[in-house]
């Protein structure tokens, strides 16, 4: 689990070095602006600072939630695989997915294939990201569930 625990930690540490500095620079570009649109008084560029309001919103949550799993400790959650499916992100990669008590994890192609629905699995990851640093299958579904 060492091994799970430094990668998923890498994923956080890269989340946080992307998010952080587009934060930082999408809030001075907002600032801007909004100065920019309280000086002229016109209306001309409030679709620009409503769509600049937006990403800040996205790329703030990214990089708070990154930086809070850094100070925190992985949990576990314990419960049945309700659905498990796969898509393609930006048309070419392929993601994995499993629903467990609530949550959605995106999981590795090794655990996805290893547990199927119904499952019963105790899945530790960050919690407020939900990154995984492991899946282990406590027992299997009944057939036919």
């Known amino acids: 689990m060492k091994e799970g625990i430094s990668a998923a930690r890498h994923r956080l540490i890269r989340d946080a070095v992307i998010y ?3 934060l930082v620079v999408v809030v001075a570009v907002w600032g801007a602006s909004l100065a ?3 000086s002229a008084g016109g ?3 409030i679709f620009l600072l409503l769509l600049l309001t937006i990403v800040v919103f996205l790329a703030g949550f990214q990089s ?3 930086l809070r799993d850094l100070r925190s400790s992985p949990v576990t959650s314990e419960g049945p695989v309700i659905r498990k499916w796969r898509r393609a992100e930006f048309l070419l990669f392929p993601a994995y997915y499993l ?3 609530r949550n959605v994890f995106r999981v590795p192609p090794l655990s996805y294939r290893e547990v199927e629905q119904g499952d019963v699995v105790a899945v530790t990851h ?3 990201t939900a990154t995984v640093i492991e899946v282990k299958r406590i027992r ?3 057939p036919g569930a």
């Open 99 to 101: 629903y467990v008590n």
């Open 20 to 22: 952080t500095p587009v």
């Open 36 to 38: 920019a649109v309280v």
């Open 43 to 45: 209306g001309g560029g």
């Open 126 to 128: 960050y919690p407020h």
């Open 140 to 142: 299997r579904g009944e």
């Open 64 to 66: 708070i939630q990154s």
